[in-house]
């Protein structure tokens, strides 16, 4: 399974990326849905075509999401989800889909949002959603170094939950330095020098299974190893 994050926030329903956590979601008819997508990786898309809402007739349905290798998000989308991989567009399906460019700074009803360009090959947003005074910083697909870490620092300093990319251990990450991604050990340096009260660590490597997961979680002792498709309220 493959990252997708839910937040909810009053009416608001915000998907953080479209991986297949998002083929399980259960969207509220009354709620109002917005997909805040980081970069357009398969792993973060390869939910969205069977995404319940889209089946749901003139349901508004808001995507946000950077452009990338000189793409808009809807050319990018349509790339993957159109013949002959897939039998028909996003504009095909019964909702009523809008694409937003992205901006450093929006509002998705109550809650604002601001983002970062992060650090992973070709590029990956970083999201800062607050409302009523809390904050969820969203940092997957980030790789650590000097200059990335201090921004990240910065934007999330105070807030309350960080979403933190660790795919590798320390010990598998001296392998695969480059590709784009992180390690708990990391996550906890960032956190705390943001003053950040709990950290999430997502994106786990694919062939990491449960007790693995168990066993680094009982090694840090803080936050969450967070599964796909979880739920977070704002």
Sequence with gaps: ATSCYKVTAGNEEIYLDAGSGIVNAMPARTSRITILLTHMHLDHLIGLPFFIALTEKDRPIDIYAADRAGLSPKEAIDRLISNPFWPCKIENYPAN???HALREEF????????TLEGSHPKGA??????RQGKS???????????????????????????LYDAQYTAAEYERYRGYGHSTAQEGIKIAAAAGVKKIIFVHHAPMRNDAELDALQT?????????VGDEIKL
């Excluded at 947003?125 to 607050?130: A, E, V």
């Excluded at 000097?146 to 960080?162: I, Q, R």
């Excluded at 090694?219 to 599964?227: H, L, P, R, S």
């Design 219 to 227: 090694e840090f002792g803080v936050g969450k190893f967070a599964a």
């Design 107 to 114: 509002f998705i009803g109550e809650v604002k949002v601001d």
């Design 97 to 99: 889909v809008t694409f």
């Design 125 to 130: 947003t970083i999201y800062r959603l607050t």
């Design 136 to 162: 969820i910083v969203h940092a997957t697909d980030f790789e650590h170094n000097p200059n990335a870490c201090a921004a990240l620092t910065d934007f999330a300093t105070g807030s309350d939950v960080l």
